[in-house]
Nanobody, 124 residues
Framework: QVQLVESVGGSVQAGGSLRFSCAAS????????MGWFRQAPGKRREGVAF???????NYADSVKGRFTISKDGAKSTLYLQMNSLKPEDTAMYYC??????????????????WGQGTQVTVSS
């Protein structure tokens, strides 16, 4: 069972930046799909960014050009760099993983392992 531990979130003003990390308890670089999700109060959890075992990346349209997902295989750590933050980015952010060398899907039910979540608040 992979354990995922996210770094602490934060609060910023609109236009600011934040960077998260998600540390995995075992190596995930070569055989896992990794991703970030977010859930705002009263809304469903939605996919934000994903990276598969081959390094292919997908972003939600709402974050393209502003967010960057990356991973450090040696450290088994996933990152999310968030720039040009907007108030609508306010949410609890979750790291997720699933063991696969195939396609990385973006829906919640497909992922098997989850971090505890970290809060991001963007003020206007």
């Amino acid at each position: 069972q992979v354990q995922l531990v996210e770094s602490v979130g934060g609060s910023v003003q609109a236009g600011g930046s934040l960077r998260f990390s998600c540390a995995a308890s075992e190596s995930t670089s070569s055989s896992y799909c990794m991703g970030w999700f977010r859930q705002a109060p009263g809304k469903r959890r939605e996919g934000v960014a994903f990276i598969d075992s081959n390094g292919r990346i997908n972003y939600a349209d709402s974050v393209k050009g502003r967010f960057t997902i990356s991973k450090d295989g040696a450290k088994s750590t996933l990152y999310l760099q968030m720039n040009s933050l907007k108030p609508e980015d306010t949410a609890m952010y979750y790291c997720a993983a699933r063991g696969t060398t195939g396609t990385c899907y973006s829906f919640t039910q497909w992922f098997a392992h989850w971090g505890q979540g970290t809060q991001v608040t963007v003020s206007s």
